[in-house]
């Protein structure tokens, strides 16, 4: 069976309970993902998983510390001290080899990353470290008046948030 022939098995359930157009749709969409720690990696291995393969970015500054191992599972600890962003990327492909996914060590708050870089996005979901990052974001959002979902960490607490 070929490689092309397998991933068309593997989304055949997500095509039918979509339907064809909506499947198309979360086929072709761009996706930012803006955070590769905890809830970063696993929605990094969602989306190629569930067959979000056109375009996904990733960014993270951060870099992988000892302490990532036991809930960052992209991360093994040959990648400590690698870039989380590259490294998230190199592991989800793993995944889903024809996946198309970019990823940025950088801080969202450099230039290159205005409100026309974020417009460019159909899905832009959030899960950074840092409250300056989280503002940062919704900055952006709300410039694009689009839903932008975020999730985050903070010591033993777990949440989730919608932004509409």
Not at 4 to 13: F, L, N
Not at 24 to 45: D, F, H, P, Q
Not at 78 to 105: D, G, Y
């Amino acid at each position: 069976m070929s490689v092309c022939i397998k991933t068309m098995a593997r989304y055949q359930g997500i095509e039918r309970a979509l339907g064809a157009a909506l499947y198309e749709r979360v086929r072709s969409a761009r996706v930012l993902v803006v955070g590769a720690g905890g809830i970063g990696c696993e929605l990094l291995k969602n989306l190629v998983m569930t067959s979000f393969l056109n375009h996904i970015e990733v960014i993270d500054l951060d870099t992988i510390d000892v302490s990532n191992l036991n809930r960052q599972f992209l991360f093994q600890r040959q990648h400590v001290s690698k870039s989380k962003a590259h490294v998230a990327r190199e592991t989800a492909l793993q995944f889903e080899p024809n996946a198309n996914i970019v990823s940025h060590h950088a801080s969202i708050f450099e230039s290159r990353f205005d409100v026309e870089f974020f417009k460019s996005f159909d899905v832009v979901i959030g899960a950074p470290s840092r409250c300056l990052q989280l503002a940062r974001l919704l900055t952006a959002m709300q410039a694009r008046l689009t839903t932008y979902p975020h999730g985050g960490t903070s010591t033993a607490c777990a949440w989730l948030r919608t932004f509409l």
